[in-house]
């Protein structure tokens, strides 16, 4: 292995970076050869199956599984005992086992496990566990959570709130004094399951030396998973070995799955191969969703639109168990502060335990919430002043150079570009001024990290290597993985390009731990910043170590010598080919690979102070401005989106044709959000919309056609100019079709999502009134 850091100046006129070359891992797909979670299997393999609480809130008195462990072909029966008995969850939130060890706190809360040689066997089994319990009082909504002395679903966690923030900027009574204009609103936001096509999967076994080998269809593999599942197993980390296979989807429901330690706990008391899958009822019902919030968001400005003062309360619905939601709510609340040129800022956010199923990480990571929420507002307050809302989110946008009221530095940063390309692609001036009761426009904009320096006190960053074998291919590993959203494309096309090689001569691997390095995995739309970064600086040392060979082949400065398309020359007419020059490098060394590392520290970036969360968290920040056009059927109350647009600031693309693709589906994904997604309970705190039937996804007839468009912008720190844009796609969606309701109906609904029957309500309201005054 070789580690050199040294600064050579890649081809780029080779032009790998920038075009829209097909994804690297399609043929696999689309041949069916890809190994997807639900495909891994291993000889001896047993099916695992989960016992889960069939109450929202009791006491285990007793739990006998004998019976269970005598039907023939049941090989284990796992409890809370089996495991190391550590309390686990995000960061300083341990609050539950991966087993319930004397409580259970929603309906699906995992009690036992059983393994066995089939399906079927395995879920008799579960009908044979006899679990006694003892029912408790349960709190289903924030209110029943809130109230004085409502029932605890922690005994050690008064009032139910699972974490709180208090904090503020400037003189906010001072600055709304000032105000011409305030408004007030309480806003809602409903839970929602990422949907992903694939349900979790995972299959775990245990080598002769006690090591735990994995294989999972996790977007996080070196992450806070392999962690918890050490903890779980009370292993040493180094003893835990997770293998990413192809995920159907992610979309953060599988940063954090009990899915992998449950399975490992199974495998180990087997002492075989063990491979689970939830179904989807299990799935959607006990995996966690989109955190609910309710907002109440008072803003006031001045008669040019300046927004002068803003004071917030959130509460939010942890669910039973602190998964990834603290940071969620912190993200909902201060990340559009972020936005706009906000100085006096009052911010209480509260998260509340509920008897239902935990909540946590979803694409967009809370900010989908908080943008909704204000971007909202900007529209009202620019209705109260006559203004374009266009205008007044130009008036108040930040730009490059600017400290935000978190200290958020802003580097590059072309809003005010977004807004008015998205302005000109949509026709926004024209169409503004129809004036048709049930059609509207909106808009709404977005701000959204590139890293979050606070997820992980230890570090922050990516490592690559990339090893040439003997045919001049370079094979790339990326701790980071690939969860469907292109990531071992761009990977490929940086090396490519940094290393002077085609596409078809670069690999990228899946994630193995055992080799990959430590890594946080897909979240937080680090991966092209932080991955790519990674990835850039191991194939810089790569082309270098190249160069090096090559040069002691011919002889010669090796400042003269170039690689261009897998050739290596000096100017002179000497050329080799890259094979030829990595082959004289592994004979050089004895029969070893030239292999280098990479790796990316985010510059200039601190973890956000625990109580004033102020701090420069990521080191680039992405921004995009998006349009909706909608028609509402006054008879039904049915929301058409006509047209959407979405122009974004993701710097210099690496691969146009999958920046689109990202814009594509989370504009999807967040007109799901926006108009179909909630939870429905019944009064025993069972799910009832737990299958696709029941719980609303937009179907193809219901996605319009998107237009989307790119900033020019080019990022200092990103690879090659870029930034990321998995996330900030979804963020603004709903709130622009808010916006477009409210236009379309001259009332604002509050309270996602948008269903018909609202709708209905609101056009019922609107036309009565109209009649009302036309009679006067």
Same mark, same amino acid.
């Given at each position: 292995m070789t580690k050199i850091h040294a600064a050579i100046v890649a081809d780029t006129d080779q032009g790998v970076v920038g075009q829209s070359v097909p994804m690297v891992d399609a043929c696999e797909k689309v041949t069916g050869k890809a190994i997807y979670?639900?495909?891994?299997?291993?000889?001896?393999?047993?099916?695992?199956?989960?016992?889960?609480?069939?109450?929202?809130?009791?006491?285990? @008195?007793?739990?006998?599984?004998?019976?269970?462990?005598?039907?023939?072909?049941?090989?284990?029966?796992?409890?809370?005992?089996?495991?190391?008995?550590?309390?686990?969850?995000?960061?300083?939130?341990?609050?539950?086992?991966?087993?319930?060890?004397?409580?259970?706190?929603?309906?699906?809360d995992e009690v036992a496990a059983v393994a066995a040689v089939d399906e079927d066997t395995a879920h008799r089994a579960l009908k044979l566990i006899k679990v006694e319990y003892e029912v408790l009082p349960a709190v289903y909504t924030l209110d029943e959570a809130m109230a004085p002395g409502a029932p605890l679903v922690h005994d050690v966690t008064p009032e139910n709130i699972a974490h709180q923030i208090t904090y503020s900027r400037g003189d906010v009574d001072a600055a709304f004094a000032k105000c011409d204009v305030i408004l007030e609103e309480t806003f809602e936001t409903s839970p929602a399951h990422p949907a992903y096509i694939e349900p979790q999967a995972c299959l775990a076994a245990f080598d002769a030396y006690g090591n735990a080998d994995i294989y999972a269809n996790t977007q996080s593999p070196g992450g806070s998973i392999r962690e918890k599942t050490a903890?779980? @197993?009370?292993?040493?980390?180094?003893?835990?070995?997770?293998?990413?296979?192809?995920?159907?989807?992610?979309?953060?429901?599988?940063?954090?799955?009990? $899915?992998?330690?449950?399975?490992?706990?199974?495998?180990?008391?087997?002492?075989?191969?063990? &491979?689970?899958?939830?179904?989807?009822?299990?799935?959607?019902?006990?995996?966690?969703?989109?955190?609910?919030?309710?907002?109440?968001? &008072?803003?006031?400005?001045?008669?040019?639109?300046?927004? @002068?003062?803003?004071?917030?309360?959130?509460?939010?619905?942890?669910?039973?168990?602190?998964?990834?939601?603290?940071?969620?709510?912190?993200?909902a609340a201060t990340r559009i502060e972020n936005l706009y040129r906000f100085e006096n800022i009052r911010t209480t956010?509260?998260?509340?335990?509920?008897?239902?199923?935990?909540?946590?990480?979803?694409?967009?990571?809370?900010?989908?919430?908080?943008?909704?929420?204000?971007?909202?507002?900007?529209?009202?307050?620019? &209705?109260?002043?006559?203004?374009?809302?266009?205008?007044?989110?130009?008036?108040?946008?930040?730009?490059?150079?600017?400290?935000?009221?978190?200290?958020?530095?802003?580097?590059?940063?072309?809003?005010?570009?977004?807004?008015?390309?998205?302005?000109?692609?949509?026709?926004?001036?024209? &169409?503004?001024?129809?004036?048709?009761?049930?059609?509207? $426009?909106?808009?709404?904009?977005?701000?959204?990290?590139?890293?979050?320096?606070?997820?992980?006190?230890?570090?922050?960053?990516?490592?690559?290597?990339?090893?040439?074998?003997?045919?001049?291919?370079?094979?790339?590993?990326?701790?980071?993985?690939?969860?469907?959203?292109?990531?071992?494309?761009?990977?490929?096309q940086i090396a490519a390009q940094e290393i002077g090689l085609p596409m078809e001569s670069v690999r990228v691997l899946r994630v193995d731990t055992e080799y990959a390095g430590f890594a946080f995995g897909a979240f937080a739309s680090r991966i092209t910043v932080n991955g790519g970064n990674a990835v850039r600086h191991a194939a810089a040392a790569v082309?270098?170590?190249?160069?090096?060979?090559?040069?002691?082949?011919?002889?010669?400065?090796?400042?003269?010598?170039?690689?261009?398309?897998?050739?290596?020359?000096?100017?002179?007419?000497?050329?080799?080919?890259?094979?030829?020059?990595? @082959?004289?490098?592994?004979?050089?060394?004895?029969?070893?690979?030239?292999?280098?590392?990479?790796?990316?520290?985010?510059?200039?970036?601190?973890?956000?102070?625990?109580?004033?969360?102020?701090?420069?968290?990521?080191?680039?920040?992405?921004?995009?401005a998006h349009v909706a056009e909608v028609e509402v059927d006054k008879d039904t109350g049915k929301v058409e989106v006509l047209n959407y647009y979405a122009v974004h600031d993701a710097g210099k693309l690496i691969n146009p044709m999958l920046a689109e693709g990202q814009i594509e589906g989370g504009v999807a994904q967040g007109i799901g959000f926006a108009l179909y997604e909630n939870y429905c309970y019944g009064t025993d705190g069972h799910m009832l919309n737990n299958s696709f039937l029941d719980y609303k996804l937009p179907t193809f007839k219901d996605v319009p056609k998107i237009t989307t468009g790119f900033a020019q912008g080019c990022d200092p720190v990103g690879p090659m100019g870029a930034k990321g844009l998995g996330e900030p796609t979804i963020v603004p969606v709903a709130s622009a079709i808010g916006n477009a309701l409210a236009d379309a109906l001259g009332e604002r609904i509050t309270q996602m999502p948008f269903t018909a029957e609202k709708v209905k309500g609101v056009v019922r309201r609107v036309m009565a009134q109209a009649a009302k005054e036309g009679q006067a």
């Open positions: 979670g639900a495909d891994v299997e291993m000889p001896g393999m047993l099916y695992g199956r989960v016992l889960r609480s069939p109450h929202p809130h009791a006491k285990i @008195l007793s739990i006998d599984a004998a019976e269970a462990q005598r039907l023939p072909g049941v090989r284990a029966v796992v409890t809370w005992a089996d495991t190391s008995g550590e309390l686990i969850g995000f960061s300083q939130y341990s609050d539950h086992y991966i087993f319930a060890k004397d409580e259970v706190r929603f309906v699906g903890q779980v @197993l009370g292993l040493p980390l180094g003893k835990v070995r997770i293998h990413q296979t192809f995920l159907g989807g992610g979309f953060g429901g599988k940063v954090w799955q009990h $899915i992998i330690p449950a399975t490992a706990v199974l495998a180990r008391k087997a002492g075989r191969p063990v &491979k689970m899958m939830y179904s989807r009822r299990e799935d959607l019902a006990c995996t966690p969703s989109r955190v609910p919030m309710r907002m109440k968001l &008072k803003m006031g400005a001045d008669r040019t639109g300046r927004i @002068l003062a803003k004071e917030t309360l959130v509460l939010a619905d942890n669910g039973a168990y602190c998964i990834n939601s603290p940071i969620v709510i912190d993200t956010a509260k998260l509340i335990y509920t008897n239902k199923v935990s909540t946590g990480t979803f694409r967009g990571f809370g900010n989908p919430q908080g943008t909704f929420m204000v971007e909202s507002m900007m529209d009202m307050l620019a &209705k109260e002043l006559a203004m374009d809302p266009a205008q007044i989110r130009i008036v108040n946008a930040v730009h490059p150079g600017y400290v935000t009221a978190h200290g958020w530095k802003i580097n590059s940063c072309e809003l005010e570009q977004c807004i008015h390309e998205v302005k000109r692609i949509s026709g926004w001036e024209e &169409k503004r001024k129809a004036n048709r009761f049930g059609y509207g $426009i909106g808009m709404s904009c977005v701000i959204h990290v590139n890293g979050n320096r606070s997820c992980f006190p230890a570090f922050d960053g990516s490592t690559a290597y990339i090893s040439m074998n003997e045919s001049g291919e370079a094979m790339v590993m990326c701790a980071e993985g690939d969860l469907g959203q292109g990531a071992s494309t761009v990977f490929a082309r270098r170590a190249l160069l090096e060979t090559a040069a002691g082949m011919r002889g010669g400065d090796v400042d003269t010598f170039t690689i261009h398309q897998g050739i290596v020359t000096d100017g002179t007419g000497w050329s080799a080919t890259v094979a030829e020059v990595s @082959l004289q490098y592994i004979y050089a060394h004895a029969g070893t690979n030239l292999r280098c590392d990479g790796f990316f520290i985010p510059p200039d970036v601190v973890i956000a102070d625990k109580v004033t969360k102020y701090g420069n968290i990521s080191c680039a920040y992405s921004f995009a």
